[in-house]
């Protein structure tokens, strides 16, 4: 029987009910190749980083139950003839849905507002009295009408674009890369910027969809900063290397960058009042861990079988 290696007990249970998924099964959370379970054919991981990680010599093929291969040593599998899978878009409809809540969440200070109410516990009867006089500190914008630049048009970014002119924003697409199959699932009221210089320039609020790669790594930063609108709301739910945080730090600090959004947590804007950091809980549905297990699973199953 082929054998598969899991990080991820929830995916073990999702796997286990695959009736006729025909693999062996095993959780590694710790998973060294001279476990018990050495050597397996397949191994599924999801946010395990496996690139210090010996691999077997009966490996075939490693699946990530997930979009974006960083954890994995591709080259290294690429050399070894091990094929690599992921799962593009199983997880897209959890991550836009995050998008757009933190998008109108915080263009309404709403964060920060939940935050300061916790804090009047304890002030028994005063409580509504506090509330009314504190709250013009949390006077928001509303999204309508603005213009939202949507940086990478994949899975998760054609979904925010298309959903977005439903809340009445203006769209702005910019992906040089964009598939003629992605293009087709984009409202054509989605206007393409030719350049990102030109997304930079006319969003109030932008969104990046890419992946980390040796040319987006860092592409915010002072320079791209100055290219923007004043107090421009930034939202990352990509990879935090993606922006220079001490730069975006300067930029909060100046009011340059008006809000930043991130689901990647980093020492230097954590304690910003004008940033706002999540969990990383951009694919944290049971919907979406289901949908990539799922994914992965079928493609190592397929492959193994053919
Ligand atoms: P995808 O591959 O479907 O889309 C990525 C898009 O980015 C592609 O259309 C590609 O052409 C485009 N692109 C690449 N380089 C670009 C550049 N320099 N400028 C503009 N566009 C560029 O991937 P996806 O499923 O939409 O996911 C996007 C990224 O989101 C992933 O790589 C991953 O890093 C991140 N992600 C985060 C979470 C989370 O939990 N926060 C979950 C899933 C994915």
């Known amino acids: 029987m082929n054998t ?5 007990v929830k995916t073990i249970k999702t796997l286990n009910n ?22 397996p054919d397949a191994i599924l991981v999801r946010s395990f980083n496996m690139h210090a990680m010996e691999l077997g010599d009966n490996l075939k093929a490693i699946a990530r139950a997930g979009a974006g291969v960083n954890n994995i040593p591709v080259d290294k599998c690429t ?50 009295k506090l509330v009314e006089a504190g709250k013009k500190q949390f006077v928001g914008k509303e999204i309508k009408g603005k213009t939202l630049g949507v940086i990478g048009l994949g899975a998760i970014g ?15 697409g910019y992906d040089p890369y964009i598939s003629v199959e992605t293009a087709w699932k984009l409202s054509r009221k989605v206007q393409r910027a030719m350049t990102i210089e030109q997304l930079f320039a ?33 939202l990352n ?7 220079n945080e001490a730069d975006m730090a300067e930029a909060l600090e100046s009011g340059k960058v008006g809000k930043y959004v ?3 947590p980093n020492e230097n804007v954590l304690n910003m009042k004008n940033a706002v950091a999540i969990p990383h809980l951009g694919a944290s549905t049971v919907e979406s861990e289901e949908n990539c297990a799922i994914m992965a699973a079928r493609q190592l199953k397929e492959f193994l079988e053919t």
């Open 18 to 39: 695959i009736a006729e998924s025909g693999l062996s099964v095993f959780n590694t959370e710790n998973y060294t190749i001279d476990n018990d379970n050495e050597n």
């Open 158 to 172: 054609a979904l925010v674009a298309n959903d977005a002119l439903d809340l009445d924003m203006d769209v702005i």
């Open 237 to 243: 739910f990509s990879r935090g290397e993606l922006v």
């Open 262 to 264: 991130t689901d990647f």
């Open 79 to 128: 050399e070894r003839g091990i094929v690599v899978f992921n799962t593009p878009g199983a997880n897209a409809n959890a991550v836009k849905e995050l998008v757009l809540t933190s998008l109108i969440a915080s263009s309404r200070n709403l964060f920060a507002g939940i935050q300061w109410v916790k804090s009047l516990a304890g002030q028994g009867d005063e409580i509504p």
């Open 202 to 234: 006319n969003s109030d609020y932008i969104t990046v969809h890419v992946p980390l790669t040796d040319s987006t790594r860092g592409m915010f930063n002072k320079e791209t900063f100055s290219l923007m609108k004043d107090g421009v709301h930034i």
């Open 4 to 8: 598969v290696t899991l990080d991820q």
